[in-house]
């Protein structure tokens, strides 16, 4: 049976913290997978024009295109070269809801992220997305300084 980790980036060093966690982690499990995975927040609390809604699709796309590209194959790209089965996934969403459902989806086992610090007022209206993942996940998380 193979082990599938999931590593949640944020484009942010956290995140390289994360997947060195995640490497060492794998490197001890005879066999394991690494599903690297970043979210794009999406918040239901932004209001948009009909020109806005017209383009939302393409935007999306090109969000898609560009997390993909600059921040996830590289780190799959650098997992696989390091002798790790690893693959990626970019979807919008609420971070920690997503993130647990893509492990869901793909029998996860545990989810690795860093942790990231949002100012406290922003903290206080929106809640951590990190604090969000740990309390509410299916499957352990661990949590990287």
Same mark, same amino acid.
């Given at each position: 049976m193979?082990?599938?980790?999931?590593?949640?980036?944020?484009?942010?060093?956290?995140g390289?913290?994360?997947?060195?966690?995640?490497?060492?982690?794998?490197?001890r499990?005879?066999?394991c997978?690494?599903?690297?995975?970043?979210?794009?927040?999406?918040?239901?609390?932004?209001?948009?024009?009909?020109?806005?809604?017209?383009?939302?699709h393409?935007?999306?796309?090109e969000? &898609? =295109?560009?997390?993909? +590209?600059? #921040? @996830?194959?590289?780190a799959?790209? $650098?997992?696989?070269?390091?002798?790790?089965?690893?693959?990626?996934?970019?979807?919008?969403?609420d971070?920690?809801?997503?993130?647990?459902a893509?492990? &869901? =989806?793909?029998?996860? +086992?545990? #989810? @690795?992220?860093?942790?990231?610090? $949002?100012?406290?007022?922003?903290?206080?209206?929106?809640?951590?997305?990190?604090?969000?993942?740990?309390?509410?996940?299916?499957?352990?998380?661990?949590? &990287?300084?």
């Amino acid at each position: 049976m193979t082990t599938k980790i999931v590593i949640g980036l944020d484009g942010t060093e956290t995140g390289e913290r994360a997947i060195a966690f995640a490497k060492d982690l794998a490197g001890r499990i005879d066999s394991c997978e690494l599903l690297v995975v970043y979210v794009i927040e999406w918040s239901p609390f932004t209001f948009q024009t009909p020109e806005e809604n017209a383009l939302r699709h393409k935007r999306r796309e090109e969000e &898609v =295109e560009l997390a993909s +590209t600059r #921040i @996830v194959t590289p780190a799959v790209d $650098a997992l696989n070269a390091a002798g790790f089965t690893a693959h990626g996934i970019v979807r919008h969403g609420d971070v920690a809801e997503t993130l647990n459902a893509i492990t &869901v =989806e793909n029998g996860g +086992t545990q #989810i @690795v992220v860093g942790r990231a610090s $949002a100012d406290g007022f922003k903290k206080r209206i929106f809640g951590s997305s990190t604090q969000n993942l740990v309390m509410h996940a299916d499957v352990p998380v661990t949590v &990287v300084n």
